[in-house]
């Protein structure tokens, strides 16, 4: 949903577009392409499929997956008719539906590679010992019109009935990932377009699976819900009975995982028969050595450094003591609720680990470098900033990083450094075909805003806006859910949808309810943190991204502003530019454990964000808030609402306990009754 001028723009919107690197020098699209990608528009354009041949590939193995998704990308790129099943998440076919493009479903996708080969060139074999290696292949396949494929997979594609040749083999060629990606970037880079940045995992292996493994027992674990570290102390834990194989892990999980507070881990000292074999703060660069799976932890430079886990993520240290020590122990620092569990794990080999194929049809269609770096490794992150430098401001970086929580926060702010913005799709399917959909008029419902009274007006906004795969996959769910249209939600979601997956953003547009209010963010047109972003680009960035905002009818923006993995204020020409150039009427800010209103440069209402992971966190603070309610005058709270963990269905059930006295309301609703309140103007 928009603000009432955007409908009037809509019209003339729709027959032009607009791109945030209008000021980014233009890269012509690949030969025998279809792809339309002037310099005035920000993602590629594909033309629109007539007739789709369906791969169901979701039950394939990962070398498979990886050789459609990449032959999917030759084949598209001239024009989209191929498209994989690679996801049943929001149902397996919905999307194809929802397409309305002719279709037919092949069970048998070796079917499919026999009609299309002839539009491959050949094969780059990856080398399975060096996983980063099909990052490398993918980069090749796109320039040299190939598929990637494994050495097992090439010794049968070579023979008939397929007879395609290897036109190179990288066994043998990297000893590592450093070395991998130095002889990319020397050798490849300047090949590849420099208009986007595609950052891919090279595998989707997970060294733990969900829940607390079999093999594990929990030997410490706070009872009480504690969230003011008055619990800190130092945790001495006998390891001893878990030694006999090659390691022992150590697992930190959230021992309340219903109220978003998690265990804190300030220093870990582990000795063998007395003799110190590992002590690290987390977050340094001796912590790496033993961090064996991170599960979504962050990190906090508060406190001298600590490691947490909320939500029900868990964070993993693995220990090799030397062979017959009798004893082994652990001595922790940290605090609040946390469950502390250890045992043994036989480590996946390379061959269990499968690669996958999303979002490479993209990145081979539009002949992008696909690599993946790691933002707390020196060596990595000096040619994640090389990369990054070479790049005009404006510059997209599709796909995610590494490392997890910690990964997004220092690679987003890296990427804002440097006027590159993120948008995160590493697991979006089919792009080359959703890029060849286009945008719709669409008559936004917008309902009258209520009138202002002495209430508490409470807006709540759903997380993830920034993931362009939570748009085609959990937010369909979301929104499938039969309580949507309730109760008033906000829906963040990112504008450059326009560009790259109109179909998607025209379904989302066309079935919203008056209740359904859809905002970009964070932070805008595509994810980034604005105190990072240099100054000289960012007011022009501001009025492309207005253009973007216009034309996908999200003109309110939902920001997120950090620096060193830590939320900061708004800074002046920051604000001026949201205010002036994208035209917002207010902001929300940040994800705090607060709430509350600010009036910058008394124009520009900024309301923070108070994040919440179940429906029960919500209904406490908003007693809260009414505890402490004069009545006298409208108090306003603005909720976060984790998607991965709340419904549309919570939020109903919420309200009903609620009581007269609070209004729910859209985020444009929402800043019209705050500058009510405060005597600012109102549009």
Same mark, same amino acid.
């Given at each position: 949903?928009?603000?009432?001028?955007?409908?009037?723009?809509?019209?003339?919107?729709?027959?032009?577009?607009?791109?945030?690197?209008?000021?980014?020098?233009?890269?012509?699209?690949?030969?025998?392409?279809?792809?339309?990608?002037?310099?005035?528009?920000?993602?590629?354009?594909?033309?629109?499929?007539?007739?789709?041949?369906?791969?169901?590939?979701?039950?394939?193995?990962?070398?498979?997956?990886?050789?459609? =998704?990449?032959?999917?990308?030759? /084949?598209?790129?001239?024009?989209?008719?191929?498209?994989?099943?690679?996801?049943?998440?929001?149902?397996?076919?919905?999307?194809?539906?929802?397409?309305?493009?002719?279709?037919?479903?092949?069970?048998?996708?070796?079917?499919?590679?026999?009609?299309?080969?002839?539009?491959?060139?050949?094969?780059?074999?990856?080398?399975?010992?060096?996983?980063?290696?099909?990052?490398?292949?993918?980069?090749? =396949?796109?320039?040299?019109?190939?598929?990637? =494929?494994?050495?097992?997979?090439?010794?049968?594609?070579?023979?008939?009935?397929?007879?395609?040749?290897?036109?190179?083999?990288?066994?043998?060629?990297?000893?590592?990932?450093?070395?991998?990606?130095?002889?990319?970037?020397?050798?490849?880079?300047?090949?590849?377009?420099?208009?986007?940045?595609?950052?891919?995992?090279?595998?989707?292996?997970?060294?733990?699976?969900?829940?607390?493994?079999?093999?594990?027992?929990?030997?410490?674990?706070?009872?009480?819900?504690?969230?003011?570290?008055?619990?800190?102390?130092?945790?001495?834990?006998?390891?001893?009975?878990?030694?006999?194989?090659?390691?022992?892990?150590?697992?930190?999980?959230?021992?309340?995982?219903?109220?978003?507070?998690?265990?804190?881990?300030?220093?870990?000292?582990?000795?063998?028969?007395?003799?110190?074999?590992?002590?690290?703060?987390?977050?340094?660069?001796?912590?790496?050595?033993?961090?064996?799976?991170?599960?979504?932890?962050?990190?906090?430079?508060?406190?001298?450094?600590?490691?947490?886990?909320?939500?029900?993520?868990?964070?993993?240290?693995?220990?090799?003591?030397?062979?017959?020590?009798?004893?082994?122990?652990?001595?922790?620092?940290?605090?609040?609720?946390?469950?502390?569990?250890?045992?043994?794990?036989?480590?996946?080999?390379?061959?269990?680990?499968? !690669?996958?194929?999303?979002?490479?049809?993209?990145?081979?269609?539009?002949?992008?470098?696909?690599?993946?770096?790691?933002?707390?490794?020196?060596?990595?992150?000096?040619?994640?900033?090389?990369?990054?430098?070479?790049?005009? !401001?404006?510059?997209?970086?599709?796909?995610?990083?590494?490392?997890?929580?910690?990964?997004?926060?220092?690679?987003?702010?890296?990427?804002?450094?440097?006027?590159?913005?993120?948008?995160?799709?590493?697991?979006?399917?089919?792009?080359?075909?959703?890029?060849?959909?286009?945008?719709?008029?669409?008559?936004?419902?917008?309902?009258?805003?209520?009138?202002?009274?002495?209430?508490?007006?409470?807006?709540?906004?759903?997380?993830?806006?920034?993931?362009?795969?939570?748009?085609?996959?959990?937010?369909?769910?979301?929104?499938?859910?039969?309580?949507?249209?309730? /109760?008033?939600?906000?829906?963040?979601?990112?504008?450059?949808?326009?560009?790259?997956?109109?179909?998607?953003?025209?379904?989302?547009?066309?079935?919203?309810?008056?209740?359904?209010?859809?905002?970009?963010?964070?932070?805008?047109?595509?994810?980034?943190?604005?105190?990072?972003?240099?100054?000289?680009?960012?007011?022009?960035?501001?009025?492309?991204?207005?253009?973007?905002?216009?034309?996908?009818?999200?003109?309110?923006?939902?920001?997120?502003?950090?620096?060193?993995?830590?939320?900061?204020?708004?800074?002046?020409?920051?604000?001026?530019?949201?205010?002036?150039?994208?035209?917002?009427?207010?902001?929300?800010?940040?994800?705090?454990?607060?709430?509350?209103?600010?009036?910058?440069?008394?124009?520009?209402?900024?309301?923070?964000?108070?994040?919440?992971?179940?429906?029960?966190?919500?209904?406490?603070?908003?007693?809260?808030?009414?505890?402490?309610?004069?009545?006298?005058?409208?108090?306003?709270?603005?909720?976060?609402?984790?998607?991965?963990?709340?419904?549309?269905?919570?939020?109903?059930?919420?309200?009903?306990?609620?009581?007269?006295?609070?209004?729910?309301?859209?985020?444009?609703?929402?800043?019209?009754?705050?500058?009510?309140?405060?005597?600012?103007?109102?549009?």
């Amino acid at each position: 949903m928009v603000r009432k001028f955007a409908v009037f723009c809509l019209a003339w919107i729709c027959t032009f577009t607009f791109s945030i690197s209008t000021y980014a020098a233009p890269t012509a699209a690949p030969s025998n392409s279809s792809i339309r990608w002037p310099k005035d528009q920000e993602l590629p354009r594909f033309a629109q499929a007539k007739k789709l041949d369906v791969a169901d590939v979701y039950d394939a193995p990962g070398d498979v997956r990886l050789l459609f =998704a990449t032959m999917q990308g030759v /084949v598209n790129r001239t024009l989209p008719r191929i498209y994989l099943l690679e996801s049943q998440e929001e149902g397996r076919l919905t999307w194809l539906e929802t397409l309305k493009t002719p279709y037919t479903v092949h069970q048998d996708y070796w079917t499919i590679l026999k009609k299309y080969k002839h539009e491959l060139n050949g094969l780059i074999v990856y080398d399975p010992e060096v996983p980063d290696s099909i990052n490398v292949a993918t980069t090749l =396949a796109g320039l040299k019109n190939a598929a990637v =494929a494994s050495p097992e997979l090439a010794a049968k594609l070579t023979k008939a009935p397929y007879h395609l040749r290897v036109l190179e083999d990288l066994r043998g060629k990297f000893r590592d990932r450093m070395d991998a990606y130095t002889w990319q970037y020397e050798n490849l880079w300047n090949q590849t377009t420099h208009r986007m940045l595609v950052g891919l995992s090279p595998d989707t292996s997970i060294q733990i699976p969900p829940g607390l493994p079999e093999s594990f027992k929990v030997i410490a674990e706070e009872s009480e819900q504690i969230r003011d570290a008055s619990n800190k102390n130092t945790y001495n834990l006998d390891l001893s009975e878990f030694l006999g194989g090659d390691s022992v892990y150590l697992r930190f999980d959230d021992a309340f995982t219903q109220d978003g507070w998690g265990p804190a881990v300030h220093e870990v000292t582990v000795k063998a028969d007395g003799r110190t074999i590992a002590q690290f703060v987390p977050g340094t660069s001796e912590e790496e050595p033993f961090l064996y799976d991170r599960q979504n932890s962050a990190l906090s430079a508060g406190d001298g450094g600590h490691r947490f886990a909320d939500n029900g993520h868990y964070f993993v240290y693995r220990f090799a003591p030397p062979a017959g020590t009798k004893q082994l122990t652990a001595s922790v620092v940290m605090w609040n609720q946390f469950k502390v569990s250890a045992g043994q794990l036989q480590p996946l080999s390379s061959e269990q680990k499968e !690669p996958y194929g999303y979002l490479r049809d993209y990145a081979v269609a539009n002949k992008a470098m696909v690599f993946w770096l790691e933002s707390n490794v020196p060596e990595q992150k000096a040619l994640f900033e090389q990369i990054m430098s070479e790049v005009e !401001p404006g510059t997209p970086y599709l796909g995610w990083f590494s490392n997890d929580v910690q990964g997004e926060f220092s690679s987003v702010e890296i990427a804002s450094n440097h006027g590159v913005y993120v948008l995160a799709a590493d697991w979006f399917s089919n792009l080359t075909v959703f890029s060849g959909t286009r945008p719709k008029k669409v008559e936004d419902r917008i309902p009258a805003a209520p009138p202002l009274q002495n209430k508490i007006y409470v807006t709540l906004t759903f997380s993830e806006g920034d993931n362009f795969q939570y748009n085609q996959h959990k937010m369909r769910n979301l929104w499938e859910d039969p309580a949507r249209g309730q /109760v008033p939600i906000n829906w963040t979601s990112s504008p450059l949808l326009y560009d790259a997956a109109p179909a998607i953003l025209n379904y989302y547009r066309q079935t919203a309810t008056e209740n359904d209010f859809i905002m970009a963010g964070p932070s805008g047109a595509g994810y980034f943190y604005p105190e990072a972003w240099p100054k000289d680009t960012f007011t022009r960035f501001m009025d492309e991204s207005y253009k973007y905002a216009v034309s996908s009818g999200m003109t309110l923006p939902y920001v997120l502003n950090r620096i060193n993995g830590e939320n900061v204020p708004l800074g002046d020409s920051y604000a001026a530019a949201y205010e002036h150039n994208y035209k917002a009427d207010g902001l929300l800010l940040s994800w705090e454990d607060r709430y509350g209103v600010e009036i910058w440069n008394d124009s520009l209402p900024i309301s923070i964000l108070q994040g919440v992971s179940t429906a029960q966190d919500a209904l406490r603070i908003l007693n809260e808030s009414k505890a402490a309610w004069d009545g006298k005058s409208p108090q306003f709270v603005s909720l976060g609402l984790l998607a991965w963990s709340m419904t549309p269905s919570d939020v109903a059930t919420l309200r009903k306990e609620l009581g007269d006295e609070f209004e729910f309301v859209r985020a444009d609703h929402y800043f019209k009754l705050i500058r009510e309140t405060y005597g600012l103007p109102v549009n």
